[in-house]
Nanobody, 114 residues
Framework: QVQLVESGVGLVQPGGSLRLFCVAS????????MNWYRQAPGKLREFVAG???????NYADSVKGQFTISRDNAKKTVSLQMTSLKPEDTAVYYC????????WGQGTQVTVSS
C-alpha cells in the first residue's frame, strides 16, 4: 500500500516563503518520479512541479523560477520550496506518485494572505 504524507501547512504573507515536505512509502522510492499538484478553491487540481528518479525537474509555467522541487532518496522525501508567494498560490497542495495508478497525499493547506 502506497502512502504519501505531506507536512508544511502554513499561513504566510505575500512575498514570504514556505517549504512543503512529503514522505512516501512507495518502494523502491528512488525508482519513481514524484510530483506536486495544487487545488485552489473552485478550481481543478493542477500540476505544479515534478522530479524524475534521476533528478530532472519540470515546473508549471506559473511557478517557474519561484518554486523548487527536490528529493532525498535516503529519506524517501520530496520537498517543494516556495518563494515570493502570492495570494494566487493559495491552495491545497498534494504530493503524487504514479505506481500502477495515481496515489495522493491527504493534502496540505497553504494560505498566502496579509
Amino acid at each position: 500500500q502506497v502512502q504519501l504524507v505531506e507536512s508544511g501547512v502554513g499561513l504566510v504573507q505575500p512575498g514570504g516563503s514556505l517549504r512543503l515536505f512529503c514522505v512516501a512509502s512507495v518502494n523502491p522510492y528512488s525508482f519513481y518520479s514524484m510530483n506536486w499538484y495544487r487545488q485552489a478553491p473552485g478550481k481543478l487540481r493542477e500540476f505544479v512541479a515534478g522530479i524524475t528518479r534521476d533528478g530532472s525537474t519540470n515546473y508549471a509555467d506559473s511557478v517557474k523560477g519561484q518554486f523548487t522541487i527536490s528529493r532525498d532518496n535516503a529519506k524517501k522525501t520530496v520537498s517543494l520550496q516556495m518563494t515570493s508567494l502570492k495570494p494566487e498560490d493559495t491552495a491545497v497542495y498534494y504530493c503524487n506518485v504514479f505506481h500502477f495508478k495515481d496515489y495522493w497525499g491527504q493534502g496540505t493547506q497553504v494560505t498566502v494572505s496579509s
